[in-house]
């Protein structure tokens, strides 16, 4: 301390500033794997969301049709709405399914094809008269589980060709069948694992009803209140009707497994067999290593086949686990093979508007809807949400009033978005009697939703304006008006079409506010006018994702990807718009 | 010493009577809410002369600029009392339309602020809204005319449709004051229009401003005592909202009467 210039302030040496450093460089590093870290992690997210949607979504963009050569010869071709287009499809079933021939094949040979489907005719048939009159082979969506199976989403099958011959007692009926190899042993075991599984699945159940049975005992035994012993005592019997049930069900299940010697009964919580063969198909019954019993689906040609010639088809879902039997497999199997069934791009899906079933479902209804409610919203907010913006920011004096306005409006947008629904309900519905569930109301309420997002962004485009424009324009004489018109607000607008364009994709995807005036009304037809009633794409999607069947699944994945697609849209025009209009200044 | 300042004073008075008075304030003030920021300034501007005011930062000399063509009725907490005059016209009574008290007074800024739009329309724009055309040959003729007089047109007559804001700060600052000029103003308020600008933009700006005193009456705020001594035949020196002391910018310049102009042009404050 005693050397240089330095005397009462102490300085710290080269290695302690040194060391210092290094701590501080330390620190920006690990901030900066942080914040990498942190949108890594949130864009894996966004890539699974992503994927699981398109995954889902993907299959719904395309159907499966099927060929069905439909006698209309019957029909007028002057009057072609009138003909009975139910017979025809009925009939064409059956001349597309001979074998189904009895009473409840038929009635499965129907389930095949879409209910939709004579409609689905009639309209082709209208659309193009010149069908009329004639056998011509149309085009007929199938059912929504047919569509699933081909997808490979339901009762998805094992294909092998064993290496044995095979030899069928008969052509049709209750047959035997013998192989020149045990190649069922493969089979044999998956079924005594289903077995076991299920053994454990009773056991555990069992398990669980013992410890609820060992409570009501209990209660029975110890408790005071004369009431509750008596429900205890019938929940004991019933308890132990119960149990004594699954432990026949268990035992007969642990006999069956450790039966290694006995054939295996393949009843329907079994896995399924089929054997296609001969141009027909056997579903087998009972199995063991080198022979089967089977029930002929579809008769079958040929008795004999050498190995190498036959199929063997798994199914490990049990038939009573899913909606698609073996029999419709096997149909649905038969049509492809026949080159009948067409995998195309759903038009149904993309010009339709909703139904009940799902392979009659369509998005047209709710894009259209969305597309008239977005233009009435565009319609109003726009205009008044700029003209606020500019007689706040330009021509407002700055007082009380003003500033309570301003105030207002920036927790107007903090509103949840249902209270505006409950707004549209009262003030719209309910006073102004407007149409319910109409694209106009609900442009109405999506308005007042976006109005603030739209003034708050306009005045903020119009704040960063630089007040040197302004100047410079009043400046050379120009009015307060034409300073803002022909200066201000052009170099304004990309940040305000900007906001519009961020305000409208969130009423785009606004569901809540339109439950409220009843916009989720089920509506087949596509809405031609803003007075017609209709829905809307997220609410469409709301509604499709509350209904159980698989296929409406798929279109809710489906609709969502509709969805974002509009939204990326219209973000991309957003940032065309802001590149086109920008201006340096 | 009194008597014979107060008598010197006389004499530039009666000088300038000589010239024509184009605008003069009577006891102006000025002030933003509870704060004044100008008292009771009297200042005669003459006709087709260059009027500098000095003074040091926060004196009120650009306050006073801006009254002249009422820019300071955008500022909502401004308020100016006293009497402003054009050609013996109260430019705050009541029937005065502020557009075209605009167009007659012009106005340009410290900092060069062309539209961010072509040169041409950058100019043509005050001869558009005022109706001063009725032409587009009209129009191109004005536009080409005061680039020609801002001495702009040489330099940049190929790129007359390109963005004003392209040009170089001293171009810019030029073509600030052709379109000022395009709407053929009487008077040119320029508020430190050279502060921007480098030395060689500054000399441009400045040999523009002494050919312009033929045709109009120009006043300038300028922090630059070289450059008001350069350009100016009228000199007021502002100091703390009061107008200190006005004569011809000879005098002020070699035989100031106030010991204040005199610290502030030497050198001692500012």
């Known amino acids: 301390m005693t050397d240089t210039t330095n005397t009462y302030v102490k300085t710290a040496s080269l290695e302690e500033r040194r060391s210092l450093q290094k701590k501080r460089y ?30 889902n979504g993907i299959p719904a963009f395309t159907y499966n049709y099927v060929k069905l050569p439909i006698d209309l010869t019957k029909v007028d071709p002057e009057k072609p709405e009138k003909a009975n287009y139910g017979k025809f499809v009925k009939s064409a079933i059956a001349d597309a399914i001979p074998y189904m021939s009895d009473r409840k094949g038929k009635r499965l040979a129907r389930g095949l094809v879409s209910g939709g489907a004579a409609i689905d005719v009639r309209n082709q048939v209208v659309g193009d008269v010149s069908m009329a009159g004639q056998n011509a082979d149309v085009e007929v969506p199938v059912s929504d589980f047919a569509d699933l199976y081909l997808k490979g989403l339901t009762a998805k099958p094992i294909l092998t060709k064993p290496d044995a011959a095979i030899k069928v007692s008969d052509v049709e009926g209750d047959v035997d069948v013998t192989l020149s190899a045990a190649v069922f042993d493969e089979f044999l075991a998956r079924v005594k694992e289903t077995i076991s599984s299920e053994a454990s699945r009773l056991n555990t159940r069992m398990a669980n009803l013992q410890l609820s049975l060992d409570n009501q005992r209990e209660i029975a035994a110890n408790s005071q209140d004369t009431l509750a012993v008596e429900s205890a005592k019938k929940s004991i019997t019933s308890l132990e009707a119960q149990l004594a049930g699954f432990k026949t069900k268990f035992d007969a299940l642990i006999v069956r497994r450790n039966n290694t010697a006995a054939r295996e009964v393949l009843d329907t919580s079994m896995p399924s067999l089929l054997l296609k063969v001969g141009g027909g198909v056997v579903k087998i019954t009972e199995v063991e290593g080198m ?48 080159g009948r069934i067409e995998n195309r791009l759903n038009t149904i899906f993309f010009k339709k508007g909703a139904s009940r079933e799902p392979e009659l479902a369509g998005i047209w209804g709710a ?24 007689y706040l920011e330009e021509f407002a004096p700055k007082n009380k009033f003003t500033s309570i306005i301003e105030v207002n409006i920036n927790n107007l947008a903090a509103v949840p978005s249902i209270v505006f629904g409950l707004l549209g309900l009262a003030v719209f519905l309910n006073f102004f009697e407007l149409p319910r569930s109409a694209p106009l109301v609900g442009g109405m309420v999506l308005a007042l939703m976006t109005l603030p997002t739209i003034i708050i962004a306009s005045r903020a485009a119009l704040k960063a304006v630089p007040p040197s424009i302004r100047e410079a324009a009043l400046g050379v004489g120009a009015s307060k008006i034409q300073a803002v018109f022909h200066h201000v607000l052009p170099l304004a607008m990309p940040g305000i079409l900007t906001g519009t364009i961020i305000g409208m994709a969130q009423a785009l995807g606004e569901t809540a506010p339109l439950l409220m005036i009843g916009m989720v009304a089920f509506v087949v037809d596509v809405p031609a006018g803003i ?41 991309a025009i957003a940032v065309l718009l802001r590149k086109k209009f920008e201006r340096r200044w | 010493m009194d008597a014979m300042n107060t008598k010197r004073q006389e004499d530039a008075v009666n000088k300038m009577v000589q010239n024509e008075i184009k605008m003069s304030g009577k006891d102006v003030c000025v002030s933003y809410g509870e704060k004044q920021a100008l008292f009771d300034v009297n200042l005669d501007i003459p006709a087709k002369q260059v009027t500098a005011l000095i003074g040091p930062s926060g004196c009120g000399k650009s306050t006073f600029l801006r009254c002249l063509n009422r820019m300071n009725d955008t500022i909502d907490i401004c308020k100016v009392s006293g009497d402003i005059r054009l050609d013996d016209q109260d430019i705050y009574d009541h029937d005065i339309d502020v557009v075209e008290l605009r167009a007659r007074v012009g106005m340009v800024f410290q900092k060069p602020n062309p539209f961010p739009k072509s040169i041409f329309e950058n100019v043509g724009y005050g001869p558009k809204i005022h109706g001063l055309v ?19 047109f040489e330099e940049i007559k190929d790129r007359l449709h390109e963005p004003g804001t392209g040009l170089s700060g001293g171009q810019q600052q030029r073509l600030c004051i052709a379109r000022a000029i395009a709407v053929s103003p009487e008077v040119i308020l320029m508020d430190e229009p050279c502060s ?31 450059q008001a001594a350069r350009v100016s035949q009228q000199t007021a020196m502002f100091h703390l909202g009061k107008l200190v002391e006005v004569d011809e910018t000879d005098t002020i310049f070699t035989n100031p009467s106030n010991q204040k102009t005199q610290d502030y042009i030497t050198g001692r404050y500012g």
């Open chain 1, 26 to 55: 330390a620190s920006e590093r690990k901030f900066k794997y942080l914040g990498l870290g942190a949108i890594l992690v949130s864009l894996g997210f966004l890539v699974m969301l992503l994927m699981t949607i398109v995954g």
């Open chain 1, 291 to 338: 022979s089967a019993k089977g029930e002929v689906i579809i008769p079958l040609e040929q008795k004999e086949a050498s190995a190498g010639e036959w199929q063997m088809q798994e199914i490990l879902e049990a038939e009573e686990n899913r909606k698609f039997s073996d029999k419709e497999v096997a149909v649905v199997d038969r049509l492809v093979a026949e």
């Open chain 1, 367 to 390: 894009v259209v809807g969305s597309f008239f409610t977005m233009i009435i919203t565009l319609a109003l907010s726009f205009p008044l949400g700029v003209a606020a913006a500019i």
């Open chain 1, 531 to 571: 007075f017609d009633p209709a829905t809307v794409l997220p609410v469409q999607i709301y509604m499709w994702a509350d209904f159980p069947e698989p296929g409406f699944q798929q279109k809710t994945a489906a609709a969502i990807m509709v969805l974002l697609g509009f939204l990326i849209l219209m973000n």
């Open chain 2, 134 to 152: 009725r032409s587009k040959s009209d129009l191109e003729e004005v536009v080409v005319k005061s680039l020609q007089r801002a001495g702009l």
């Open chain 2, 196 to 226: 921007a600008l480098d030395p060689i933009a500054t000399a441009k700006v400045e040999e523009l401003i002494d050919e312009l005193r033929e045709n109009y009456t120009i006043v300038i705020v300028t922090h630059s005592m070289q």
